[in-house]
């Protein structure tokens, strides 16, 4: 069994589980909300600075730009445990801009409504040239999802339409529901927020196909959203970036596939510009090798 660094222990009290999670052979997290705060992770997050990118740029005219330290949570839930840690319980709590996580909840309904078929159907190129170079081409839902290609995901919240958009997410008991905003970027710039632990929750009901939605479209957006593989773990995730939030926010939300076991991860974290976005998996790697999740 591997063993669990925990300095600091918080235990949440129950909660009422929602009829969404009455299979019996599926605890909820929140059926069993058990979770250990330690705050020993802080160290990961504050040892690691952001540099602004705008630094790097004004060679010619140096300026004094401060360096930052890293801010934000990390959550993990030991499923054969059914436990949960955290190094932030009450930033865990607290809902944010899902940004391109909710590729993965928009991925499901586009599958189950038809709008997306199959993981092989393409989606050709508007010929609308874009600053991110790997958007500029023809897609798949799984090359869409890898390269977090915003237009295709776009384009299908458009043909899912608001009615059928805001049904879905209430049948999913996604955050808090609201799709308020624009059709097509409510969940850049609109009223959704989910927090960490509620990213957890759904991911662990995607993970046992027990989301309101087929096997199939479940089976396909897990293939989707295979991440690494190597001989000592599978990792399955979606990295996020609210940008129009202020502060703008990192999200890398998925789970860790080992032979006994699986260990579910959320993180979030304030990131000042795009220079820190490869913190989000670098922080969440590192939380998983200190607590022996991960080599």
């Known amino acids: 069994m591997r063993s669990f660094a925990i300095s600091t222990v918080l235990v949440m009290s129950s909660m009422l589980a929602s009829s969404i999670f009455a299979a ?28 602004p990118q705008q630094a790097k740029q004004q060679q010619a005219k140096p300026q004094k730009t401060k360096s930052q330290q890293a801010s934000g949570v990390v959550v993990l839930w030991n499923e054969n445990k059914q436990q949960g840690y955290t190094n932030n319980l009450k930033r865990a709590n607290q809902g944010f801009l899902p940004a391109s996580t909710f590729k993965i909840p928009n991925s499901l309904i ?6 997306v078929k199959d993981e092989h159907q393409v989606f050709k190129w508007d010929d609308k040239s874009r600053d991110i170079a790997t ?25 899912i339409g608001e009615a059928r ?12 529901e609201d799709i308020s905003g624009n059709l097509d970027s ?11 632990t509620e990213q957890i929750d759904f991911l662990r009901r995607l993970y046992h196909n027990k989301i309101h939605a087929s096997e199939r479209s479940q089976r396909i957006v897990k293939q989707a959203m295979l991440t690494e593989a190597n001989s000592d773990y599978i990792i399955r995730a979606k990295t996020g970036y609210a940008v129009r939030a202020e502060p703008s926010i990192g999200w890398w939300v998925g789970w860790v596939e080992l032979d006994d076991n699986v260990w579910f991860f959320a993180m979030n974290m304030d990131i000042p510009d795009a220079a820190g976005l ?18």
Do not use: C
């Open 135 to 159: 958007w500029n081409r023809d897609h798949t839902l799984i090359t869409g999802m890898k390269y977090s290609v915003v237009p295709v995901y776009q384009e299908f919240a458009r043909q």
């Open 186 to 196: 409510f969940w850049l710039d609109g009223g959704i927020r989910i927090s960490a």
């Open 165 to 176: 958009m805001s049904k879905m997410i209430a049948s999913f008991d996604y955050g808090n």
């Open 24 to 51: 019996p052979t599926f605890a909820s997290t929140a059926a069993k909300t058990e979770w250990q705060e330690t705050r020993s992770w802080d160290a990961i997050f504050t040892q690691q600075q952001v540099e």
């Open 110 to 115: 586009a599958l189950e409504l038809g709008v």
């Open 278 to 295: 490869p913190l989000r998996q670098a922080i969440t790697k590192e939380v998983l090798k200190l607590e022996h999740v991960i080599p």
